[in-house]
């Protein structure tokens, strides 16, 4: 795992625990993301990303809302995938960002309570996976 990557995990599972962020959590954030965590910041606030749980499993995917015009919804997990072209461009292929800006307000949003919470039937779920 690179440094960077350590160093946000650690922050990351700070937040987590206390279900806050203090200022100096977000200036280590903001500058292991940059803009993309500004940007993520933004979708938090505005209360653009879902969870989206499967019952009885628990199994679990984020939807979170874009920043265009269009107000898109992508699915993201947030430490692994994100269906946007910023995360197969710019993550994936150029290796220029750790992650994306929905896998961060994801991670955000869930760190700080600030999900809309839905539940859907396992088969839903898998439906919806299914769409990718």
Known sequence: MSSSRLVAETVWKQVEST???????LSVLNFLFGKNFERATR???QRGVKRISGQPSGRSIFQVVGESRRKEEYFCFPEH?????????????????????HQ???RLATSLGACIELKVSD???AWLLSKL
Do not use: H, P, W
């Open 19 to 25: 279900g806050l962020v203090t200022d100096e959590q």
């Open 81 to 101: 995938f994100c269906a946007c072209y910023s995360f197969f461009y710019d993550t994936v292929n150029r290796g220029e960002q750790l992650c994306c800006k």
């Open 123 to 125: 088969d839903e779920l």
């Open 43 to 45: 979708i938090v606030d």
């Open 104 to 106: 961060l307000a994801a």
